[in-house]
């Protein structure tokens, strides 16, 4: 991953952590209104995929344990990870794309209601991606995929020349002259993989995307309620297809690409088929940026604009993220896919103890007390939830206090002691096991690998019922949390 030049590291300490009498007065263990919902307290574990499901996308014995775990810990809301809404095989990603996953989602419902005794309410991240490949060998792609067209034969001063020459010339030749003859496209397919952009109009899949999300999202909503979830989170963030729509980088000229409103036009058809085809006690938000971080993306000044728009349109919350995205992801070795955190843009959403001398705690905060306060002068009253490097309950109390959000996300927090909110609750603080911010977790993440934390995943290996990673070397869940009560 990217690390800020300073190279200053950082230690998460906390010292003062409420006794229960404190935090029973705090404003994050008082309750909060969501829409049609109250949530117990003002915690909330943003979404994380942790690759626990299988390649059909089913709720596995692995995601049930995997929120359970979460839920023990009694967060106000538990978003679960990134959902796919495509019946398309996606790898080991969850989906929500049939009937068929119905069974297995209501299980997982059931699971974190159990486990919190009712008091975590539960979203699913609705998600949807465009195709991307692993980088190939450039030998490979010259010769098999690189699709040959006269453009090649004209640069090459072959105009007669076949297919077959033309792929023989090109191996030939040296990076330089190789970057000369192909297309930006081209190249940048040979060099990090191909992938799709929403801008790719010529593709009538990427064309059609305004005429078939919005059903789609619609559907996958319709199945969270049969589950019994409480709400749904749309997911607008990051590298996928949605954010890509509201980036100003979207250069589409079919009405959905261009100037800001135009760019909302497709994320606000898709928020107005979803809460049209859900009951009213059913809660529909989403998660956007903050700020985009790559050049020529969107600003927080669209942030505030964007959030108007989805306040106005009626969203019960507005979650906010940062970053993410492909543009300035590393180069992936041969044989893998770009990841979209490796860039300083990645370095945003998930800041890592290496830091500037700002550091990688809170670095959202700001920006988004300035969309919460945008929203809130021109008369709207959403509840905002903020995430990045939260850990200590000082920290998450202020950001309330001083009314910067009005929900505070903790997810690697909740990863390294899913326990951390019960402990903080009823006087316990001193026993939160407190994330390092090392990232390994997000390493494992970026290999596809069964994400576990480094702070707990060699404890206890060998305890009766302790299930183990598929390499055998890593437990899958946090060990249970003995309460201990203080001397
Ligand atoms: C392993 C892992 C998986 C993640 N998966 C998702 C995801 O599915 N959807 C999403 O919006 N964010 C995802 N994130 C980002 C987190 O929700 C969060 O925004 C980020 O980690 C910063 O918050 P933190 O500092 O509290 O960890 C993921 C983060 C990690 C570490
Ligand atoms: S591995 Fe654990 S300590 Fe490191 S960032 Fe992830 S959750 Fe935090």
């Not at 609705?126 to 995929?145: A, N, Q, T």
């Not at 899949?205 to 979830?229: K, S, Y």
């Amino acid at each position: 991953m990217w690390k800020p030049p300073e190279r200053i590291k950082y230690i998460p300490t906390s010292q003062h952590w409420p006794s229960q009498q404190l935090a029973a007065k705090s404003m994050l263990f008082s309750p909060i209104r969501l829409g049609p919902i109250t949530l117990k307290n003002r915690t909330w574990v943003p979404a994380m995929v942790p690759w626990r499901s299988n390649e059909q996308g089913e709720v596995t014995t692995d995601v049930l344990q995997w929120y359970e775990r979460f839920a023990q810990g009694k967060p106000g809301a538990l978003v679960v990870e990134a959902t796919g809404i495509r019946n398309v095989p996606s790898g080991p990603l969850l989906r929500i794309s049939h009937d068929n996953y119905l069974p297995g989602l209501r299980d997982l419902v059931d699971t974190v209601r159990k486990a919190s005794a009712g008091e975590t309410k539960i979203f699913i991240q609705l998600i949807d991606f465009l195709s991307i490949r692993r980088r190939p060998k450039s030998d490979k792609f010259l010769k098999v995929f690189l699709q040959i067209t006269d453009v090649h034969r004209n640069k090459l001063n072959s105009p007669t020349a076949s297919d077959e020459e033309i792929r023989m010339a090109l191996g030939e030749m040296d990076a330089d002259a190789l970057q000369h003859v192909l297309s930006e496209k081209e190249w940048e397919d040979m060099q990090y993989g191909y992938r799709e952009r929403v801008t790719d109009t010529h593709l009538p899949q990427i064309d059609e995307l305004p005429m078939v999300l919005p059903a789609l999202f619609c559907e996958a909503a319709t199945r969270a309620e049969q589950a019994g979830f409480d709400g749904v989170e749309l997911h607008y963030a990051h590298a996928y297809t949605m954010a890509s729509f509201l980036s100003a980088t979207n250069t589409r000229a079919d009405g959905y690409g261009g100037s800001l409103s135009e760019r909302i036009r497709l994320p606000i058809e898709v928020y107005d088929a979803v809460r049209s085809a859900t009951s009213s006690s059913f809660v529909v938000g989403c998660r956007f940026l903050s700020d985009e971080i790559i050049e020529g993306g969107s600003t927080l000044e669209d942030a505030c604009l964007i959030a108007n728009k989805f306040a106005k349109a009626g969203m019960d919350f507005l979650s906010l993220s940062r970053g993410g995205k492909f543009d300035d992801a590393k180069q992936p070795k041969v044989g893998w896919s770009a990841y979209p955190y490796t860039g300083r843009s990645g370095y945003e959403c998930m800041p890592g103890y290496i830091s500037d001398a700002q550091g990688p705690f809170g670095r959202n905060i700001e920006p988004v007390a300035e969309i919460r306060r945008s929203i809130r002068e021109e008369g709207f009253s959403t509840p905002v939830v903020v995430a990045g490097g939260q850990y200590a309950f000082d920290q998450a109390e202020a950001v309330l206090q001083e009314g910067k959000a009005d929900i505070v996300g903790f997810a690697r927090q909740a990863l390294a002691d899913p326990d951390w909110f019960e402990k903080v609750r009823t006087g316990h603080g001193e026993q939160v096991r407190l994330c390092r911010y090392s990232n390994y977790c997000e390493g494992l993440d970026q290999k596809h690998k069964q994400v576990t934390c480094e702070l707990w995943d060699r404890e206890q290996r060998d305890a009766p019922g302790v299930t183990l990673s598929t390499d055998k070397k890593r437990r899958l869940i946090a060990p249970a949390w003995h309460r201990e009560d203080p001397a």
